[in-house]
């Protein structure tokens, strides 16, 4: 086998084309080459240290407060993850009381399980389309605080991973009348401050606390992330006290001068660059109502759904109405036309585009697709038939908190004998990073039925310990 970096030398010489992050889509006219060795320094005399910054990086987060226009910025090198992690743990007492929506990222999980929080769920609205998660209803965060009366923050995702907005604003002055606060995942949408073709960013609709992945769809390598805090209810000492905790002591210079580097272009030229993409962005979209048999989702604003608006970077190629599962057509993507895409759901890919993108990938899809559209017309693509079953998962029951159930004493058992058991583990498919079962939850029988199903479909879980999924840790019985 190659070493990694002999396999990624070799990668950098195919023609493969990246529909993926980080959003610098590896285009040179965009980032800085001298980045990787010349640049890689640690805290020596006149660089500063960012857990205690006061000169050049005190500069550098105070120009990322002024481009996304918050009261301050801080610098995450361990990406959105610990960014999440730290703006949780600011938001809520150690053992308080927190509600989170149940498609929220790991991380956020594991920021209960860390800081042994009482967790309540806000369920996201269903779409209606390939199994895609709606957005979360301002009347039911009104009625979770209701019933979970103490709750000291909510945490929702805006966008998602496949880029549904809920609406921030309504959201944001509910949690304000129980006196909670407001965290944001906005890990995917660190663009929306700059084209008007996005949704208006959380930071300016009254979210307490925001955290966004610059690497995920700006021009800045991956880990880089930014916590924004917007308003006066997170005291910021708070906030670098647990950054400093989660964040490595030795954060990467090479990281934080690309932030610096990507955040200096953006002010400087971020309306023009985000213009041109916005144009190829809307152009791509247009030719795509050509297809036929695949389609390019649009979700639209729709309350019941909780969807006040849509992420249009995020090209949602929906495999609904051909014999192909999303995991097929991002294979077929990949070994015939060489894109490679960001992911794949049971019935869609996710193409995710940035203002790194060029002409030629946006021509490159949109050919590939053209021609899948017309094979799927003459059923040229049946070899790939599978029957499609689609699961969903009831609402979960959770007995233990989740901290509670990580620590305790489990046996392992077959997936088949668990139904009615305690999970002690977690089940995703990743990415996006979305808990099908949470430790402390009751394993349900459509979850047993739905494991299987993935793997057929060549979903990519990830979770249990082992591996291959036949087997859970379930708490032993007392
Ligand atoms: C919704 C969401 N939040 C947070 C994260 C974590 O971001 P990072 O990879 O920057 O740590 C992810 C990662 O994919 C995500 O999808």
């Known amino acids: 086998m190659n070493r990694l970096y002999e396999k990624l030398t070799d990668y950098q010489k195919e023609d493969i084309y990246p529909f993926h992050m980080p959003g610098h889509k590896r285009?040179?006219?965009?980032?800085?080459?001298?980045?990787?060795?010349?640049?890689?320094?640690?805290?020596?005399?006149g660089f500063d240290n960012l857990?205690?910054?006061?000169?050049?990086?005190?500069?550098?987060q105070k120009a990322a407060a002024r481009l996304y226009q918050v009261k301050e910025a801080f610098y995450s090198v361990n990406g959105s993850t610990a960014a999440i992690l730290a703006a949780v743990s600011a938001g809520v007492s150690r053992g308080g009381k927190i509600l989170i929506g149940r498609n929220c990222h790991k991380s956020v999980y594991n920021a209960v399980s860390l800081r042994n929080l009482e967790c309540g769920y806000l369920f996201p609205g269903i779409y209606g389309h390939c199994g895609i998660s709606g957005g979360i209803r301002p009347e039911d965060v009104k009625q979770a605080l209701e019933s979970h009366p103490g709750t000291e923050a909510v945490v929702i995702s805006s966008p998602t991973y496949d880029g549904i907005v809920s609406d921030i604003r309504s959201i944001a002055e509910i949690v304000h009348e129980f006196h909670a606060v407001l965290i944001v995942d906005a890990a995917h949408g660190a663009h929306f401050a700059f084209g008007s073709v996005f949704p208006e960013p959380a930071e300016q609709l009254g979210a307490d606390l925001v955290i966004t992945s610059i690497h995920k769809t700006l021009p800045a390598p991956t880990q880089t992330a930014?916590?924004?805090?917007?308003?006066?209810?997170?005291r910021p000492e708070k906030i670098r006290r647990f950054l400093s905790v989660y964040e490595t002591s030795s954060p990467s210079y090479v990281l934080m001068a690309a932030m610096d580097f990507c955040i200096a272009g953006l002010e400087r030229n971020g309306k023009e660059m985000f213009r041109n993409y916005g144009e190829m962005l809307l152009s791509f979209r247009q030719a795509c109502s050509e297809w036929r048999n695949f389609r390019l989702l649009m979700p639209c604003r729709n309350k019941d759904q909780g969807i006040l608006d849509f992420d249009r970077s995020k090209l949602l190629i929906s495999a609904e109405n051909t014999c192909l599962c999303g995991p097929d057509l991002q294979q077929i993507l990949h070994d015939r036309f060489r894109i490679e895409c960001e992911m794949a759901g049971p019935e869609y890919v996710l193409a995710?585009?940035?203002?790194?993108?060029?002409?030629?990938?946006?021509?490159?899809?949109?050919?590939?697709?053209?021609?899948?559209?017309?094979?799927?017309?003459?059923n040229d693509l049946s070899a790939f038939r599978k029957k499609k079953e689609q699961i969903l998962l009831p609402a979960p029951s959770a007995v233990m908190q989740i901290g509670d159930a990580e620590e305790a004493e489990t046996d392992e058992v077959y997936l088949a004998d668990s139904v009615g058991r305690i999970s002690g583990e977690y089940a995703f498919v990743y990415p996006p990073g979305i808990p099908l079962i949470v430790p402390g939850e009751t394993?349900?029988?459509e979850f047993v039925r739905l494991i299987p199903e993935y793997q057929r479909q060549g979903l990519n879980l990830k979770g249990f310990r082992d591996s291959h999924f036949h087997k859970i840790r379930v708490i032993k019985d007392t």
């Open 51 to 60: 857990h205690d910054p006061r000169e050049i990086l005190f500069e550098a």
């Open 226 to 234: 930014l916590l924004l805090s917007c308003t006066d209810r997170v």
């Open 352 to 378: 995710l585009s940035s203002v790194g993108d060029t002409r030629e990938g946006f021509c490159r899809l949109l050919e590939a697709v053209r021609v899948l559209d017309k094979e799927a017309a003459r």
């Open 27 to 45: 285009n040179p006219d965009l980032m800085h080459t001298l980045f990787p060795s010349s640049m890689d320094i640690t805290e020596i005399t």
């Open 443 to 445: 394993v349900q029988e």
